[in-house]
């Protein structure tokens, strides 16, 4: 049996030594990688062979790659970097990296076209200055074929070891056991189509409720498909951090550890980090030092751990004396299962989209919670520049950079004068939302070419200046060019999917600029494409098609719905038809409050409370502590940490008595379990339509133009998912029982309880 692997995979693993080194770098985006890539291409001879594959074998190793360029002319083989600033620069260990990987496209061209020699050039092309530094360098190719075969055995061993942990997997996952007696109703059903589609390489959006055990009834399938599939790599992706424990506590229900199953739980690197207080690179921090020449031995005490979640990755890393956070970035090259968040895959520099695509890995991608989604990546796909940031960077700029900031604050003055900001005027009193717009000076327009110059300049003078000065940037310059080359960057792909608006904050006289993602279709469908199969599932996933358009997956997605386990007289619900409306909110505090009373009185024990703002949910508060003040309540703050989210959720016990008051869409409307007496019953005072705003009105009109729903794609889906997520806490098992309150008048219209679960009755 042969192993595959990429000649730049190869170089990485072989041939990386010294420090972990990342210190700010004035790095080219990718996109203006591939085009100083094209550049330099355009400018060769006729003849000239672009994107050369090459590929040959060394014992068990068959290696593969892709070479920027040959000129047969010349016998000339090139490898492109592109950079900023001086060449000298570039770090040595990085300019190293490039020579090992010429040298192996060199000796593979030899191989392939039975050369004596090549001529190896490593071109150095500056996307600022359109300047090429070439390095060149003429080699037999019998020292070339000593190089690789030097490279291939320091790897083959790792390659020989990988070989027999697949083959040792692949076999575990066929007789793999689903770890109980018996499905729960519905979790079979879950597992045979995942399976199905696993290996006929589909797309599926699997609606499954809360209760049937979706997270193991997932994974279990999926494993049990890797060998047939077949699957290199599953990546489990979640919203949160508590869907990562629940994949990780399923895996461990599977087998854990004493399955032949590598499996990483990624995290972020604040997360993780232990110096928060030193800079990634050798000089600073103590496990950055050195950090590739003890690399090869954490990594192999990682493979043999085989669980890896944040306390494995931690003690190894400890034993080790590396980064934790940067050995799990390399972990993930070597492991069958990666559970992390939904940007390890998604963003637009990924670490597992870039190795799926750079490996050409088989994978499977499982999206927990995935309603989520759409609005997580809309905010990967959007930028906002704030005026505050502007003003901040102008005091900390260096001389050098006085006259790009200038000039950069003048366009943006010029933009907002031009576009003659008008305050919004409110219109909530035309009864048809719950929450007013917010009062700002606001305005959607074209994309502006002269501010889009104006920061590319900003970025390139500071780009220039970084590469000349031996000074750390100011935190407030460095945020401002990130955020500069980012909204450049998203401007480039601006199109339909997108809108650029200005808002002048309440207190500020400089406007925010943003580049706002609407529709992330446009970014998630090569995502998938790169994936060989793909299942999204969820308890709100309806309609199928509104997430098939927002997410770009298709007419051919499949749907699957999975029905609830649950009978209906386990929830008792009830209409109240009082209006939530923005104009009718303080006519509503008494009946409301009245209501909440009369079940808790009937019904003493642990109550939530959804509203759909932090200002609703304060005059309910404030009204309940007046007129009720008998009954023991506790509300959602508006930032509340990690500590405080957590003294929240512990007043709910068993055999408590009390009442929490949060905001729906909130950390406490999905994603908490308070099973069993912990909650007995919730009320939703609000339909939960998100805020109308000029963005969101500027979304409709995008959605109905390319959908012809644009006001049910904007406003009312959200909404009832919302709803129908924050009622899921109720009822989290087969033995809760429990009461729901649906508190306004529009619950009672036909087109709105035919959109909310069949199960409840209604």
């Known amino acids: 049996m042969s192993y595959q692997v990429a000649v730049r995979a190869l170089c990485e693993f072989a041939a990386r030594e010294g420090d972990l080194d990342l210190r700010y770098q004035a790095a080219p985006s990718a996109e203006e990688g591939i085009a100083g890539h094209a550049r330099v291409s355009a400018r060769r001879g006729a003849g000239y062979q672009r994107e050369r594959s090459l590929q040959g074998t060394h014992g068990t190793l068959l290696v593969r790659g892709r070479a920027d360029g040959y000129d047969p002319t010349r016998n000339r083989l090139e490898e492109i970097k592109t950079h900023r600033g001086a060449v000298e620069r570039i770090p040595a260990n990085q300019r190293a990296l490039h020579w090992v990987q010429l040298k192996v496209y060199g000796c593979l061209l030899c191989r392939e076209l039975a050369l004596p020699d090549v001529e190896l050039a490593l071109v150095y092309f500056d996307i600022a200055s359109e300047r090429e530094t070439l390095l060149l360098e003429r080699l037999p190719a019998q020292v070339l074929e000593a190089f690789f075969s030097d490279l291939c055995q320091r790897f083959i061993g790792w390659a020989e070891q990988e070989i027999t942990q697949r083959q040792a997997r692949d076999a575990a996952m066929t007789g793999l056991e689903f770890p109980y007696p018996d499905f729960r109703p519905g979790q079979r059903r879950l597992a045979e189509t995942l399976y199905k589609v696993?290996?006929?390489?589909?797309?599926?959006?699997?609606?499954?409720?809360?209760?049937?055990?979706?997270?193991?009834?997932?994974?279990?399938?999926?494993?049990?498909?890797?060998?047939?599939?077949?699957?290199?790599?599953?990546?489990?992706?979640?919203?949160?951090?508590?869907?990562?424990?629940?994949?990780?506590?399923?895996?461990?229900?599977?087998?854990?550890?004493?399955?032949?199953?590598?499996?990483?739980?990624?995290?972020?690197?604040?997360?993780?980090?232990?110096?928060?207080?030193?800079?990634?690179?050798?000089?600073?921090?103590?496990?950055?030092?050195?950090?590739?020449?003890?690399?090869?031995?954490?990594?192999?005490?990682?493979?043999?751990?085989?669980?890896?979640?944040?306390?494995?990755?931690?003690?190894?890393?400890?034993?080790?004396?590396?980064?934790?956070?940067?050995?799990?970035?390399?972990?993930?090259?070597?492991?069958?299962?990666?559970?992390?968040?939904?940007?390890?895959?998604?963003?637009?520099?990924?670490?597992?989209?870039?190795?799926?695509?750079?490996?050409q890995w088989k994978v499977a991608l499982l999206v927990d919670e995935a309603h989520n989604l759409v609005e997580r990546a809309r905010r990967m796909y959007s930028a906002q520049l704030r005026g505050a940031q502007l003003a901040a960077a102008r005091r900390a700029a260096p001389t050098a950079l006085k006259k790009p900031l200038e000039r950069l604050a003048r366009q943006w003055s010029a933009l907002q004068r031009e576009q003659g900001l008008t305050a919004l005027r409110e219109t909530a009193a035309s009864g048809l939302f719950e929450t007013p717009p917010p009062v700002r000076h606001y305005a959607v327009a074209p994309l502006p070419g002269a501010l889009l110059a104006a920061l590319q300049q900003f970025s390139a003078a500071f780009s220039e200046w970084q590469q000349q000065s031996a000074q750390v940037p100011p935190p407030a310059l460095l945020e401002l060019h990130f955020l500069a080359l980012q909204f450049c960057r998203l401007a480039e792909q601006f199109d339909d999917h997108s809108l650029f608006d200005l808002s002048l904050p309440a207190q500020g006289k400089r406007a925010d600029l943003c580049l706002r993602n609407l529709l992330p279709a446009a970014f998630l469908a090569p995502r998938f494409a790169s994936a060989r199969s793909t299942v999204l599932f969820s308890a709100t996933l309806s309609p199928a098609h509104y997430y098939r358009d927002l997410l770009g997956l298709g007419n051919e997605a499949a749907w699957l719905e999975i029905a609830a386990p649950f009978a209906s007289d386990q929830l008792q619900v009830s209409l109240a038809p009082i209006s939530t409306r923005y104009a009718d909110r303080q006519s509503s505090l008494q009946p409301i409050t009245e209501l909440i009373a009369a079940q808790y009185a009937r019904t003493p024990g642990n109550y939530l409370v959804f509203c759909s703002s932090f200002d609703y949910l304060q005059q309910i508060a404030a009204r309940l502590a007046t007129d009720q003040s008998q009954i023991p309540c506790w509300s959602q703050g508006r930032s509340m940490d990690e500590a405080a989210r957590t003294a929240f959720l512990a007043r709910f016990v068993a055999g408590g008595r009390g009442i929490g008051l949060a905001v729906l869409g909130g950390a406490f409307g999905e994603g908490i379990d308070l099973p069993g007496e912990r909650l007995i019953g919730a009320f939703i005072a609000t339909l939960g339509l998100p805020q109308l705003n000029p963005v969101n009105e500027q979304m409709r009109q995008r959605l109905q133009q390319l959908f012809g729903q644009g006001h049910d794609y904007t406003y009312l889906y959200p909404g009832l998912q919302k709803v129908i997520q924050a009622a899921g806490r109720v009822i989290r098992g087969p033995q809760d029982r429990g009461t729901l309150h649906l508190i306004d008048d529009r619950f009672a219209q036909p087109r709105i309880r035919a959109l909310l679960p069949g199960w409840w009755g209604l």
């Not at 809360?210 to 489990?236: E, N, W, Y």
């Not at 600073?284 to 954490?298: E, H, I, K, T, V």
């Not at 956070?325 to 939904?342: F, K, M, N, S, T």
Request: with cysteine; hydrophobic share 40%; aromatic share 8%.
């Open 198 to 359: 696993a290996r006929r390489e589909g797309r599926l959006l699997a609606q499954a409720p809360t209760g049937i055990g979706k997270t193991l009834g997932s994974l279990f399938p999926l494993l049990k498909a890797m060998p047939d599939a077949p699957l290199d790599r599953l990546f489990f992706l979640t919203a949160k951090t508590p869907g990562r424990q629940l994949a990780l506590d399923a895996l461990q229900q599977l087998g854990g550890a004493a399955l032949p199953l590598r499996v990483l739980e990624l995290g972020a690197r604040e997360k993780l980090c232990e110096h928060p207080d030193k800079l990634c690179q050798g000089d600073s921090c103590p496990l950055a030092r050195g950090f590739y020449d003890r690399l090869p031995a954490a990594r192999q005490a990682c493979v043999e751990a085989r669980w890896l979640d944040h306390a494995g990755l931690r003690r190894i890393a400890a034993e080790h004396q590396v980064c934790p956070y940067y050995l799990g970035q390399e972990l993930a090259r070597w492991v069958d299962v990666c559970v992390g968040d939904y940007n390890h895959y998604f963003d637009s520099s990924a670490l597992l989209h870039g190795l799926t695509l750079s490996n």
